[in-house]
Each structure stands twice: as C-alpha cells, then as structure tokens.
C-alpha cells in the first residue's frame, strides 16, 4: 500500500509542477490565480483538476472552449508519481527520500522546461543550489572527493592530529561530518559549473557562435550540490552523451523529412546557395535542449546507476 500512495502523492505533486512548468517562464504567480483555460480563463473545477483521470475524462480539450489541453500534463504528472515510487523502494522512508524527491521535482521541472522553451529558469536553478547546500549538512553527497581531502590533510599534517581532534573533542564530530558534506557540494556545485563553463567558452572561440547559455552552467552547479563531484561528472557524461546522439538522429530526421525546405528553396532562388546547402545549414543550426538531456542524465545517476552497478561481478 506505501508505494501506491506514494505514487498518488507524487501525481499530486507532478499536477503542481505543471503549474510550475507553465507559469515560472512566463513570469507569473505559481500561487494564484487557481488553474484555469489559457484561453477563455475559465477556472477549472477541482472534478477536471484531478491529476491524470481529469485529462482523460475531459478527453484532452478544455470543458467550457474546446481548446485542446497539452498531453504533457499527464505525462508529467505520471512520471512524477512513478519517480515517487521509485524513490521509496530506493531509500524506503527516510531523511534521504526527501532530497532526492525534492531534486528529482526539480529536474522534472528544469527538463520539461527547457525542452518547451530552451529556458532554464533561475527562480528554479538558485533555490534549488541553495537548499541543496543546507541539505548536504545533513545528507552528504556521499562523494569521496571531500574524504580524499581529509586523507590528504591526515598525510600532511603531523601524525595524529586529526586522530587527536576528534577523540579529545568528540562533540566536534557532527559539525565535522556537516562540515565535510558542504564541501563535497561546493566542491560538485564548482566542478559542474565550471566544465560547462569552460566547453561553452571554447565552443564559442571555435564556432564563433553561442553553444551553450548560462542556464546549462548554472544547473550544473545545483546538480554538483546535490551529487558531489563524481555524480556531476557523471551527469554530464551521460547527459552530453545521450544529447548528441538523440541531436545528431533528430537534425538528421528533420533533413530527411524536408524541414524548411521550402525556405532553403526561397534562399535558392535569391542565389544564396544550393538548396541542399541551404537545408543542412539551416537544420544543422537547430538547437538541443541540453538541460533537458542533462536532468534526464542526473535521475539515471541518482535511481538507474547504483542498480546497474550492483549487478556487476564483485
């Protein structure tokens, strides 16, 4: 029964992302007003609100003008409920369930966002950095990257001390661990912003065009605090990875299919190129939603990996 609720909770919640999926690019109130029809703003009853079977019942248009309601809103609000369920058979019920919950609300946010409107909004980005620094005091990133620094200070430090510290001050011990786990945020948070950072800057002295917005760099850095460094550099492992495969496929279908071929044919005629040129120019210039593949990057390191990992051979 635990999962089931689970799950109900978290299509509550994925019903509160759209929310948040739709307003927060806009600039508007995630509060008020109540949900409603973007077109005749007619309020929609809490019978047509219910997540998923309020969708299906209204057979995806609004009640009052017809107008068609985006699938995406079911969609999200499944997959944030089966991401609940995942969560609990993951980490049962405990302190951990509840940021990874919160994290995973928050890339569901970020990818669905960015993959609509190639944004990445800082109102989701900063907030989230945030308390994943306060978090971290208490659940660390589990990232071997701040122990690795304790090592070395243990090696360069007289014999002993630390050992000594925390013996003769063993009340010092859980600011210690708090201590180390803020570290391993700052240091994922710094490492992923700066990676992106950095390929972003070269891309653009190479290209001489944009790759890459900051909003890229500046989610990488709220996943650093949460992963710690080594789930950073795995996300955008996988993320780049997944993107540039899924990229190079899709550019190639919208050739295929004859995308703005009726543009390329118009540029033809002006002399500007051969028609040919002048498609794979204009759809070679269509833009991936990295964040998108990047989030998508960071729930397989959180939920897929560590499952992956313990079918392997010890």
Known sequence: ??????????????????????????GESIVSPASRCPRCKTSIKPYDNVPILGWLWLRGKCRTCSLPISPMYPIVEFLTGAIFVLTYLEFNVSLPTFKWLFFSCLLIILIVTDLRVRLLPDAVVWPGFGIALVLATKIPPNDPTGYTIIGFLEGALPSGVLKNVYEFHANLIPYVNAALGLLDALLGAAFGAFLLWAAATLYKLFRKREGMGMGDVKMMAMVGAFLGVTGCFLTILFGTLLGSIIGVLFVASLYALGWKRDLAIRGNRRGLGQVNSLRWAIVSKYQIPLGTFLGIAALFVVYALPYLLSLLPR
């Open 1 to 26: 029964m635990i999962p089931f609720f689970f799950f109900l909770f978290g299509m509550v919640i994925g019903s509160f992302l759209n929310v948040c999926i739709s307003r927060i690019p806009e």
